[in-house]
């Protein structure tokens, strides 16, 4: 006999207990247990849970309306679009706004062919960017590629940080989409020369460069994007031709946004790009408070100081045998299988994440993230690894 499937298709692995409510950097389950949360929804709740501002922002706005779609001017759209470039602080001056991060990187594929006339895409080995056609034919994951035929045209893998792959780029190529920090892929970081190097390759081959930042921007690195920042914002001379946001970009509030530069920007027609809910109001009211307090509560800088501080507390654990990435974008390289740590903690009333690379555990927490979370972590693993090791 068989069983009726679920309502809800079952196609995620879950926590063993729900969440029923946030508060700043915590939430807490049906049984009312308070778990710390090192992963922010998957690198999502910037400003923590349940931001207070953010919510009157959003109710503000649907008490003057609610949603009307992009037929019509709305001014929260155009001020929000400003707001998003001020922030950016980038040659990238004009954008368009959808709704996830695959929907972001799917429209920057489809502008690249759509103006370079070429069908063949690049992407590095590593790379994830999303569950779309397009964005996740050049997300390195063979299973998923077994599974579904991929888009029409050709896709092309480069070994990350290999200078000599990247003579594989020619006139054939439409766009290479490269995260600066991989963080599914392990936390792995493509250096700044080699991004220097990728430019001017691109620029040679008239390929164009897109930055997927679904999960490095909006000042999770510590920068406002990498893109025209460098890693940290220490370095300003690599400059891609369009990048993507999403994730953190609104505190939780669906969004994506794809910011152009100016000579993409001028090419565009009518009708090349198009969503339904993209540029909502109330996506906007949630990403212009996002931002504003981001900015005047000066957070870029205290994700870099938070980082300093996971890196300087956690050097003396055997456990952790090397910290990757930057700001609140973290990866911490273990002895052991990531999944068996990850479960621990939660028996610490922490919540930590995995990635594709088995031995590397990924931290994206809020930025309102203090010192004495981190040593409540720290102190979790220095016992989950004398329990392990």
């Not at 503000?60 to 009307?68: D, G, H, I, P, V």
């Not at 707001?83 to 502008?111: I, M, P, Q, W």
């Not at 307090?293 to 300087?312: A, G, K, P, T, W």
């Not at 927490?365 to 972590?377: A, M, Q, V």
Request: a negative charge.
């Amino acid at each position: 006999m068989s069983t009726k499937p679920p309502v809800l298709v079952d196609t995620y692995p879950q926590y063993p207990f729900e969440i029923t409510r946030g508060e700043g950097v915590y939430v807490f389950d049906d049984s009312g247990n308070r778990y710390l949360d090192m992963y922010g929804g998957h690198a999502v709740c910037s400003l923590g849970h349940c931001n207070s501002r953010i919510a009157e922002a959003i109710s503000r706005q649907a008490e003057k309306l609610f949603f009307y779609s992009n037929l019509t001017k709305l001014s929260i759209r155009d001020e929000a679009a400003e707001t998003l470039v001020r922030f950016a602080d980038s040659h990238l001056s004009s954008l368009f706004f959808c709704n996830s991060g695959a929907e972001a990187n799917e429209n920057a594929l489809k502008l690249a062919v759509q103006l370079t006339g070429r069908s063949r895409l690049v992407s590095l080995k590593g790379g994830w960017h999303g569950r779309t056609t397009m964005a996740a034919a050049v997300t390195d994951d063979p299973k998923w590629h077994a599974k579904t035929p991929g888009w029409t045209g050709d896709v092309l893998f480069l070994a990350p940080n290999d200078s000599q792959d990247l003579q594989k780029i020619d006139e054939q190529c439409a766009a290479v989409i490269v995260e600066p920090l991989q963080s599914i892929g392990g936390v792995y970081e493509i250096t700044n020369d080699y991004l220097l190097q990728l430019r001017e390759r691109t620029k040679k081959s008239g390929t164009l460069l897109i930055f997927d930042e679904v999960q490095t921007g909006v000042g999770r690195t510590g920068a406002p994007y990498v893109n025209g920042h460098g890693q940290a914002g220490t370095n300003k001379e690599v400059c891609a031709d369009m990048s993507t946001s999403a994730k953190s970009l609104a505190n939780g509030f669906p969004i994506g946004a794809l910011l152009l530069s100016p000579e993409i920007a001028s090419e565009i027609q009518l009708g090349d790009l198009g969503s339904t809910f993209g540029g909502g109001p109330l996506a906007m009211a949630a990403l212009q408070e996002t931002l504003t307090i981001i900015q005047e509560s000066n957070l870029q800088e205290h994700v870099r100081d938070i980082e300093m501080y996971l890196r300087e507390s956690i050097s003396q654990i055997p456990l952790v045998t090397e910290v990757r990435g930057h700001g609140c974008l973290l990866g911490l390289k273990l002895s052991i299988e990531a999944k068996q740590v990850v479960g621990k903690l939660r028996d610490f009333n922490i919540l930590a994440g995995t990635s594709g690379v088995a031995d590397v555990m990924r931290l994206l927490p809020p930025y309102i993230i203090e010192k004495e979370h981190i040593d409540e972590l720290v102190t979790a693993l220095t016992k989950i690894g004398e329990e392990l090791l």
